[in-house]
T-cell receptor, first 112, second 115 residues
Framework: SQTIHQWPATLVQPVGSPLSLECTVE??????LYWYRQAAGRGLQLLFY??????ISSEVPQNLSASRPQDRQFILSSKKLLLSDSGFYLC???????????FGAGTRLSVL | AQSVAQPEDQVNVAEGNPLTVKCTYSVSGNPYLFWYVQYPNRGLQFLLK??????LVKGSYGFEAEFNKSQTSFHLKKPSALVSDSALYFCAVRERNNAGNMLTFGGGTRLMVKP
């Protein structure tokens, strides 16, 4: 069966520090991968998606970047965090067979 | 462009009563429609989807949703609410020719089921 892992679960970082959030998927190959941000426990904003290794599409210009160094690994990064980067970050993968996006448990980032 | 609206920030219902969480959408062409549920500090869990076929879709935990093309709606329903159904519910849509298979989510509706 397929599983998706995100870590860390929570993170507190000072303004101006770097960020690296990791997401990995097991049990499938060549998945579409997505990073979302959820602010204030409400709507989801799509940040990045990837249809293959090294292929990243950005939906919103911002302080963040994404990379996909391996087929089932998706990384969200920042060189210098801003207060506005605080939020709940969710990674998802799409099952081609079921046409469903499945989500990880999320990372709650607090930038202080 | 695809969009989703969830007109209610919060829905309150008594345990045992039927519940409806509303969703309307806008797409070019035919849509794929989804409902997800989120419990506090957790990721989204898939509930059900409409791709094609029967307009009434049954999903997890006794939930169902009805696709209404003329009203561009996909309301989530359950005949008898449980206190444990209290959570944040998201409707999502995708156009069939969406190259990145990207979903657009509504703003979410908080469901409160009171004993």
């Amino acid at each position: 069966s397929q599983t998706i892992h995100q870590w860390p679960a929570t993170l507190v970082q000072p303004v101006g520090s770097p960020l690296s959030l990791e997401c990995t998927v097991e049990g499938t190959s060549n998945p579409n991968l997505y990073w979302y941000r959820q602010a204030a426990g409400r709507g989801l904003q799509l940040l990045f998606y990837s249809v293959g290794i090294g292929q990243i599409s950005s939906e919103v210009p911002q302080n963040l970047s994404a990379s996909r160094p391996q087929d089932r690994q998706f990384i969200l990064s920042s060189k210098k965090l801003l207060l506005s980067d605080s939020g709940f970050y969710l990674c998802a993968w799409r099952s081609l067979a079921k046409n469903i996006q499945y989500f990880g448990a999320g990372t709650r980032l607090s930038v202080l | 462009a695809q969009s989703v609206a969830q007109p209610e920030d919060q829905v309150n219902v008594a345990e045992g009563n039927p519940l409806t969480v509303k969703c309307t959408y806008s797409v070019s062409g035919n849509p794929y429609l989804f409902w997800y549920v989120q419990y506090p500090n957790r990721g989204l869990q898939f509930l059900l989807k409409y791709i094609t076929g029967d307009n009434l879709v049954k999903g997890s935990y006794g939930f169902e949703a009805e696709f209404n093309k003329s009203q561009t709606s996909f309301h989530l329903k359950k005949p008898s609410a449980l206190v444990s159904d209290s959570a944040l519910y998201f409707c999502a849509v995708r156009e069939r020719n969406n190259a990145g298979n990207m979903l657009t989510f509504g703003g979410g509706t908080r469901l409160m089921v009171k004993p």
